[in-house]
Nanobody, 127 residues
Framework: QLQFVESGGGLVQPGGSLRLSCAASGFTLDYYAIGWFRQAPGKEREGVSC????????NYADSVKGRFTISRDNAKNTVYLQMNSLKPEDTAVYSCAAGSNFYCSGSPPATRYFSSWGQGTQVTVSS
């Protein structure tokens, strides 16, 4: 069974940085594209970024382009999301999930094509 554990969230001031981790257990990440998603209070979950199984292809939502960077270390079975220049509107619960490379190309990941959601990690950007 695919399971993810997200970590690295916290409270940060606007303009600050955080690095989120998405660790897989019970399976190897090598064959999966991994997406990061976020859900703010009262809003639907949205795709933030996605990385292909070999790490060669990435994509981002327009709202985070130039500020967030997704990466993966298959040897550690972990995917990362480096978040810089954080804004209050980035406040949300961030989760990761697995999908196929087909749904991780050309546009940010769509929730309906990904599965095995972790519990998420809270990111709060506030002064």
């Amino acid at each position: 069974q695919l399971q993810f554990v997200e970590s690295g969230g916290g409270l940060v001031q606007p303009g600050g940085s955080l690095r989120l981790s998405c660790a897989a257990s019970g399976f190897t990440l090598d064959y999966y594209a991994i997406g990061w998603f976020r859900q703010a209070p009262g809003k639907e979950r949205e795709g933030v970024s996605c990385i292909s199984s070999d790490g060669a292809s990435t994509n981002y939502a327009d709202s985070v382009k130039g500020r967030f960077t997704i990466s993966r270390d298959n040897a550690k079975n972990t995917v990362y999301l480096q978040m810089n220049s954080l804004k209050p509107e980035d406040t949300a619960v961030y989760s990761c999930a697995a999908g196929s490379n087909f749904y991780c190309s050309g546009s940010p990941p769509a929730t309906r094509y990904f599965s095995s959601w972790g519990q998420g990690t809270q990111v709060t950007v506030s002064s």
